[in-house]
C-alpha cells in the first residue's frame, strides 16, 4: 500500500509559479506511475499530467502543455509538480495519485490518491 501527502500549494497572482510535492511511504514507490489530477470547485477531477516508474516518460493534459513540468525522485520517494505560466483557471485543489499501470489518465485508474493541496491563482 502506498500512502501519498501532497505540498506546496498556496495563493499565488496570475502569471507566478508553484511547485507542488507529493511525499509517498513505502518502499515501492518506483514500481508506480504517478500523476497529478486537479479538481476545481463544481467541475469533475481532472487528468493535468502523468509521469512512468523510471520517470522516462511523461505525457500532459493540453491545458498544461508547455507550463507545468511533472518529475519525480525515487530516492526521496517524491513526486512533483512545477506550474509556471499560472492562470487563474488553474485554481483547484491538486491531488497526486499513484498506479501499477503507465498511461492511464481516467481517475478510476489509480488505485492511491493524496488529500489533496488547493492552489489559488488571483488574477
Known amino acids: 500500500q502506498v500512502q501519498l501527502v501532497e505540498s506546496g500549494g498556496g495563493l499565488v497572482q496570475a502569471g507566478g509559479s508553484l511547485r507542488l510535492s507529493c511525499a509517498a511511504s513505502?518502499?515501492?514507490?518506483?514500481?508506480?506511475?504517478m500523476a497529478w489530477f486537479r479538481q476545481a470547485p463544481g467541475k469533475e477531477r481532472e487528468f493535468v499530467a502523468h509521469?512512468?516508474?523510471?520517470?522516462?516518460?511523461?505525457s500532459y493534459a493540453d491545458s498544461a502543455k508547455g507550463r507545468f513540468t511533472i518529475s519525480r525522485d525515487n530516492v526521496k520517494n517524491t513526486v512533483y509538480l512545477q506550474m509556471n505560466s499560472l492562470k487563474t483557471e488553474d485554481t483547484a485543489v491538486y491531488y497526486c495519485?499513484?498506479?501499477?499501470?503507465?498511461?492511464?489518465?481516467?481517475?478510476?485508474?489509480?488505485?492511491?490518491w493524496g488529500q489533496g493541496t488547493q492552489v489559488t491563482v488571483s488574477s
Open positions: 509521469i512512468s516508474w523510471s520517470g522516462g516518460s511523461t
Open positions: 495519485a499513484a498506479s501499477r499501470r503507465w498511461g492511464r489518465i481516467g481517475v478510476a485508474e489509480y488505485d492511491y
Open positions: 513505502g518502499r515501492t514507490f518506483s514500481t508506480y506511475a
